[in-house]
């Protein structure tokens, strides 16, 4: 998902490491029935007398009173019709489902939200001939932004089903769902556009669909919009456009792969675009209003370049056969990463040489990675419900500087959970556990739990006995971070002893903790050099477990003025601090070792 603002993705990393909980609720609020909203536009209302019979405080809530659609029925494919009228600020369309029946059931629960349903044109029939029950009436439940179509029979197991229903809704300057959105051109005239922005709850607001992650089904989208303008979609057109009656133009794109209704996405405007092809033969464009022309090249030659780095990284080809990125002049988030159409506010895409700031040439790099990254982990592989947001943010926001790092390699990268974790499993058993998790749930939905598994059983092939899923678990699950306590011996050897306890920027602060069994301790993988023999690789790993007491590290020959440095590279996440003497010698080598005064000052800042 896009970003509000954005700074450096370590940042990034960071928030959604320790504002995890925070951005759940905020997902969550959009989940949230937003009553007064939906009953300023409802056509029809739930009845006086709902069908229940009883009313007693034992009563199992109906189903539309419930958040989560039922699990009876599973949309396949969905036939979609829209009539953009950008000049009367009006939409209309209709919306063929194709449902299996799962479990038998006597009524259709389907999202809408602030649509006007012609309940005259609810047709139900089944595919491919035979009976179907009859519709007897049809009501919204605002409440839960349901649209509830009770029937005379019960639709059957194993039977799939045509669904028909006509709508409409007013396209407001509104930025979510469908929307109309607007810049002034040079000349001082303002100009309409169409554009979408449906996660994670507004494709409901567009068209009546099962709007939830895990009812990935294909989309066939046919667009007619005024002369003047043209649609994109998802995916490509499916033959040329076509002129209607009024000088009107309908678009046909071709059927989408299998995906969730949030990453629909599609737009009516009159801008330009560049492309290139990507090696892998991916039509590539980046798109802007005309006046905007000479500031896409950068997003254009960085993207088309980070989706080759991330097919070979994947070992999976982009799935689609174009990408679109185009900046919306309205837009409330940095980038939305629908699927073959990204969505960009400009200042996330748009980047002109000698006119923008390195800053913003950064930002540009960083979005656009972050939401190519999106294309495989997120659309590809989505993940079942909204409460593993932590993972799809923070795979995204972790191989967007992998991407970034094949680009511009000079901009170095900052500590994650996720670095931290494909260090310590070795970059080629990393890449094998991604490819095997995004094989195994391709069009399909993952929990949190699956990845761990597949990185762990990719770990064990290579012979590496790390269990992935126990270290993640201290990792995810908990908020903050440790800090490791190490004091070293003088005289003879010199060996170390190291301890955790969590790093609290105020010590004084009490949280509550919600997993109290891993006790803010964490699996923590430690790496050390010293200058009796330096080096920096990083690849010794040595574990400091949660109930670990009395760690101690024999390092070999040394003498009382060596300095000893834990955490190489700060591939580990966590911060390191030493006994005072060790900090003094440290602090000896300042005058000629950059490596190591930074990591120091790194350290004295947060302690
Ligand atoms: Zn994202």
Not at 93 to 103: H, K
Request: contains cysteine.
């Amino acid at each position: 998902m896009g970003e509000v603002t954005m700074s450096k993705g370590s940042f990034w990393a960071l928030m959604f490491a320790f504002l995890g909980t925070t951005l759940l609720v905020g997902l969550l609020c959009g989940l949230l029935p937003n009553r007064d909203a939906d009953c300023t536009i409802k056509v029809t209302e739930e009845p006086e007398e709902p069908r229940s019979t009883s009313s007693g405080p034992t009563t199992p809530p109906q189903l539309w009173e419930k958040i989560r659609l039922p699990t009876n029925l599973k949309p396949h494919h969905y036939d979609l019709f829209f009539r953009i009228d950008i000049t009367n600020e009006e939409f209309s369309g209709t919306n063929t489902m194709l449902i299996e029946c799962l479990q038998s059931i006597d009524i259709i629960l389907i999202h809408s939200k602030l649509l006007v349903i012609d309940d005259n044109s609810i047709t139900l029939a089944q595919n491919g001939g035979g009976g179907a029950p009859g519709v007897t009436r049809s009501w919204l439940y605002p409440e839960n932004q349901y649209l509830v179509i009770e029937l005379d029979g019960m639709l059957e197991a194993g039977t799939s089903y045509d669904l028909t229903i006509a709508f409409s809704g007013p396209l407001q300057e509104d930025l979510i769902g469908l929307y109309k959105s607007s810049y002034v051109n040079k000349d001082g005239d303002t100009k309409w556009l169409a554009s979408t922005f449906f996660a994670p709850t507004d494709a409901r607001k567009a068209f009546p669909c099962f709007d939830e992650p895990a009812h990935k089904a294909e989309f066939t989208v046919t667009i007619e919009n005024e002369p003047g303008y043209f649609a994109l979609a998802n995916m490509p057109l499916d033959g040329d456009n076509e002129t209607i009656a009024d000088g009107w133009v309908r678009s046909r794109f071709q059927k989408s792969v299998p995906m969730s209704t949030y990453l629909l996405c599609f737009v009516v405007c009159d801008f330009i675009s560049e492309e290139k092809e990507t090696q892998g033969g991916v039509q590539f464009r980046v798109w802007a209003r005309p006046e905007a022309r000479n500031s896409v090249r950068y997003a254009l030659e960085k993207g088309a370049d980070i989706i080759d780095f991330f097919e070979d990284y994947f070992q999976i080809p982009f799935p689609l056969p174009k990408m679109d990125m185009i900046a919306i002049p309205d837009f409330t988030a940095g980038a939305m990463e629908n699927w073959g159409l990204i969505t960009y506010r400009e200042t996330a895409l748009l980047y002109t040489e000698g006119v923008s700031s390195p800053r913003n040439k950064q930002r540009v790099c960083t979005v656009v990675s972050h939401e190519l990254a999106h294309q495989w982990f997120g659309n590809l592989v989505t993940l079942q419900w909204w409460d593993d947001t932590w993972l799809n943010e923070g795979f995204a926001s972790y191989v967007e500087y992998l991407g970034v790092e094949e680009v511009e390699p000079d901009w170095g990268m900052g500590a994650s959970i996720l670095r931290m974790l494909q260090n310590f499993l070795g970059e080629a058993t990393f890449k094998k556990g991604l490819n095997s998790y995004l094989t195994a749930f391709a069009y399909s939905n993952a929990v949190n739990g699956d990845l761990w598994f597949h990185l762990t059983q990719a770990a064990d092939e290579d012979g590496k006995d790390i269990d992935v899923t126990a270290i993640m678990e201290t990792w995810t699950l908990q908020m903050g971070f440790p800090v490791i306590d190490v004091t070293r011996s003088y005289g003879g050897n010199v060996e170390y002893s190291a301890s955790q306890h969590r790093f609290l920027s105020n010590p004084d602060s009490e949280e509550q903790n919600t997993y109290p069994d891993l006790g803010y301790k964490w699996y923590v993988p430690l790496t050390h050099t010293s200058s009796a023999n330096p080096n920096f690789q990083g690849d010794q790993i040595e574990w400091l477990n949660p109930d670990d007491e009395g760690y101690n590290k024999d390092i070999g020959e040394g003498s009382d003025s060596d300095w000893l440095l834990v955490n190489i590279r700060e591939y580990g996440y966590h911060r390191v601090n030493y006994d005072a003497n060790n900090w003094q010698l440290i602090a000896q080598q300042l005058e000629d070792d950059n490596t190591v005064r930074k990591r120091r000052v790194d350290c004295e800042l947060n302690l």
